[in-house]
């Protein structure tokens, strides 16, 4: 997921892409109801409005291509 997210970020400078590493932080962790890994959360100003979580939406499997996160994540938002 990281190296994917990392080809997105430079493509679509417009929007903020934000790393967190779960253990360091338990707060957000919580806070944002996160159980699975990976999971990524898509805000819309401020609000978290979607999320991928684990690779359901990438049809379960950790091998796919950027083209297809990136259609998953346009879809969500």
């Known amino acids: 997921m990281d190296k ?3 080809t997105l970020a430079s493509k679509h400078v417009d929007t903020k892409f934000i790393k967190l590493d779960a253990e360091n932080a338990p707060f957000f962790v919580t806070k944002l109801g996160v159980k699975t890994l990976p999971c990524v959360i898509i805000f819309r100003k401020g609000v978290a409005v979607d999320r991928l979580v684990g690779f359901q939406d990438m049809g379960g ?9 990136e259609v998953v994540i346009i879809k969500k938002r």
Request: proline share 0%; hydrophobic share 35%; charged share 40%.
């Open 61 to 69: 499997k950790d091998e796919f291509s950027t083209r297809a996160l």
């Open 4 to 6: 994917h997210l990392k």
